[in-house]
């Protein structure tokens, strides 16, 4: 008897599962954090302009709500992009720049920290046509840093539960000429610190997880 009711329970999960999963899905609506979101134009020495050419209507995307992008150039005239996702669930970067043809390689290892307190990113080098890129990423979910286990493991229960969360997407794309990771990681750094001094402690937990 208490196989079948554990039975029973899996059944209706695992439907419940594919119904929240496999069926075509609305546009996603989240709690539009990055409506309450204040990233300066002037972060420390880098000045930002926005990226205004994105087109969110294919329904491709209907699994972000919002997108903050931002190319920001420092004194010495080096650039970077800074993206900030609102979405329902993420996708690893390394699938989408594959599939754009990009050749992907794991980055030197780096700690990086904001406001003191480290967080769980991850970076990668994207080539195409002789271009390289790093990518630095990390994920919070209602103000707190996860992995991508933890990201969905999340995503499953708000599903079930219909459960709305702050759930962003953070990536900073810096390009840099071949031997020059180490130069990259560093400057990848000093951004993040201009960045979460230049931001409210409430904008800083949504962005790093951090208080």
């Known amino acids: 008897m208490q196989m079948n009711k554990i039975f029973v329970v899996t059944v209706l999960l695992l439907a419940a599962i594919a119904v929240s999963f496999c069926l075509?899905?609305?546009?996603?609506?989240?709690?539009?954090?990055?409506?309450k979101l204040n990233?300066?134009?002037a972060i420390g020495e880098w000045q930002g302009k926005d990226v205004?050419?994105?087109n969110m209507e294919d329904g491709r995307y209907n699994f972000i709500s919002k997108i903050f992008a931002r190319t920001y150039t420092d004194k010495e005239g080096i650039s970077l992009n800074l993206f900030i996702l609102d979405a329902g669930n993420f996708h690893n970067?390394?699938?989408c720049f594959t599939g754009a043809g990009f050749k992907i390689g794991e980055a030197p290892d780096k700690n990086f920290t904001a406001a003191g307190k480290p967080l769980k990113s991850h970076s990668l080098v994207v080539e195409k046509d002789n271009e390289k890129y790093l990518l630095t990423y990390w994920i919070t979910i209602d103000k707190k840093g996860v992995d991508w286990f933890e990201q969905k493991a999340s995503q499953l229960f708000s599903s079930l539960l219909n459960r709305k969360k702050a759930a962003l997407m953070c990536r900073i794309d810096l390009p840099f000429r071949p031997g020059e990771e180490a130069a990259a990681l560093a400057l990848t750094q000093s951004f993040i610190d201009d960045l979460a001094a230049g931001i409210t402690p409430q904008d800083r937990s949504y962005i790093f997880g951090t208080p």
């Open 39 to 41: 990233v300066p134009q």
């Open 24 to 35: 075509p899905r609305p546009k996603y609506q989240g709690l539009n954090v990055l409506a």
């Open 93 to 95: 970067p390394k699938i």
């Open 52 to 54: 205004a050419d994105l």
